[in-house]
């Protein structure tokens, strides 16, 4: 996944000193950071990724760490670079005193990363905020991104923002988890309309979102809605039931959120609640 590129990046910033913003070695003198303590830093990032068992940064391994190490490797990195500004020099050790810019190294190192993963094919993104996500596929991406859920029901929207917070998450059993989330929301929206039973509340529910003039998309809403329903209980999505199906391909799981993230926000729009 391009590890001998982001490897190299991390360990050019360990020799100009970028992660001495954090992780100083500082100068005999007492005058200020000179570099970085590769110690140190190596020392903080095993303890906040213990499972790693090498340097992380070392371009010699037979076997690199594995994609979500090397997410946390970079999420870590982030946290802790600066781009470094050299001061004066000392001539006596013949080196320069370092002050760093922190939002300035953070915007460089993201945009290093980003284009490693671009050159690379991988769909994930280093945002902003340090933070790791993956790239939904193009036709859901910009939805996800700006959609606020505002239905009304304060437990049906923390399901929807659950679900599309995991699903951009690179751990497949993140998404995994999200596709769950996301089916729990679809049984919660279907409760929220006036009926005197669940079905009764989901005949205004589409009946609402098809509108009066549509009755052929009445039908065919009404038919998407049962094979949903009949999706969510025979496959391994709410349950765990011997007779349910595993989703085997992760690919699977990207089609079946998409399908009914598309579904349910046609719902969530016709009747005012996104």
């Known amino acids: 996944m391009g590890w001998g590129g982001l490897a190299t990046l991390i360990l050019a910033r360990v020799d100009d000193g970028s992660f001495g913003a ?5 100068c005999t003198d007492g005058a200020g950071p000179i570099g970085t303590d590769d110690s140190a830093l190596w020392n903080a990032m095993r303890a906040d990724i213990p499972s790693l068992l090498e340097r992380p940064w070392c371009l010699t391994q037979d076997e690199p760490p594995s994609a979500l190490k090397v997410m946390d490797i970079i999420e870590f990195c982030w946290r802790s670079v600066g781009k470094p500004i ?14 760093f810019n922190i939002d300035a190294g953070r915007n460089e190192f993201s945009e290093a990363v980003n284009r490693i993963f671009r050159r690379n094919g991988l769909a994930f993104e ?13 036709v859901l991406r910009e939805e996800l991104n700006q959609v606020t859920f505002n239905t ?11 679900a599309r917070q995991k699903f951009l998450d690179p751990d497949e059993a993140v998404r995994r988890d999200a596709l ?8 919660r929206l279907k ?7 669940k079905k009764a509340q989901v005949t205004v529910l589409l009946d609402n979102a098809a509108g009066s003039g549509s009755p052929k998309l009445r039908d065919a809403l009404e038919e998407e809605a049962r094979v949903l329903t009949k999706i969510g209980n025979s496959l391994q999505i709410r349950h765990s039931e011997t007779t349910q199906e ?9 089609y079946l959120f998409h399908r009914l993230f598309a579904f349910v926000q046609m ?3 016709a009747t005012g609640r996104i």
């Open 267 to 269: 719902r969530l729009r």
């Open 191 to 197: 409760t929220l309309e006036q009926g005197s039973d």
């Open 126 to 138: 280093l945002t902003v905020d340090g933070r790791i996500e993956r790239l939904a596929p193009p």
């Open 152 to 162: 009304g029901n304060a437990v049906l929207d923390g399901m929807l923002e659950s």
């Open 22 to 26: 954090s992780y100083p070695v500082t």
């Open 86 to 99: 050299r001061k004066d020099y000392h001539s006596f050790f013949t080196h320069h005193h370092l002050d």
């Open 180 to 187: 769950e989330k996301l089916w729990d929301a679809w049984e």
């Open 246 to 254: 595993r989703l085997s391909n992760v690919d699977h799981v990207d």
